[in-house]
């Protein structure tokens, strides 16, 4: 059983920036993958961006790159989402999410374990 943990959030004028963190505890995995997902009111839940571990490979929903960053500190097994140049359309609960597996996905289906997520919301 994995628990994950998500922080960061807050209200933000559109422009600024945040960074999210997710904590992942309980089993051990040598190797794994996280993401993370966000979800407007309304729409469904959408990929943004995803690492593995070990070698830290990434992959990014098109229309978030070059403003989102994602990255990894396994020895706090911790993964960060840099968010910057914040528009209105960000505004979402942002979900932080384990897969048992190294192997990048795009697909909510995909993960294993889920964070209880962190509301962000852009004013302008």
């Known amino acids: 059983q994995v628990q994950v943990v998500e922080s960061g959030g807050g209200l933000v004028q559109a422009g600024g920036s945040l960074r999210l963190s997710c904590a992942a505890s309980g089993r051990a995995f040598s190797s794994y993958s996280m993401g993370w997902f966000r979800q407007a009111p309304g729409k469904e839940r959408e990929f943004i961006a995803a690492?593995?571990?070990?070698?830290?490979?990434?992959i990014y929903q098109d229309s978030v790159k070059g403003r989102f960053t994602i990255s990894v500190d396994n020895a706090k097994n911790t993964v960060y989402l840099q968010v910057n140049s914040l528009k209105s359309e960000d505004t979402a609960v942002y979900y932080c999410a384990f897969r048992i597996w190294a192997r990048l996905s795009y697909s909510v289906g995909q993960y294993d374990y889920w964070g209880q997520g962190t509301q962000v919301t852009i004013s302008s």
């Open positions: 690492i593995s571990w070990p070698g830290a490979s990434t």
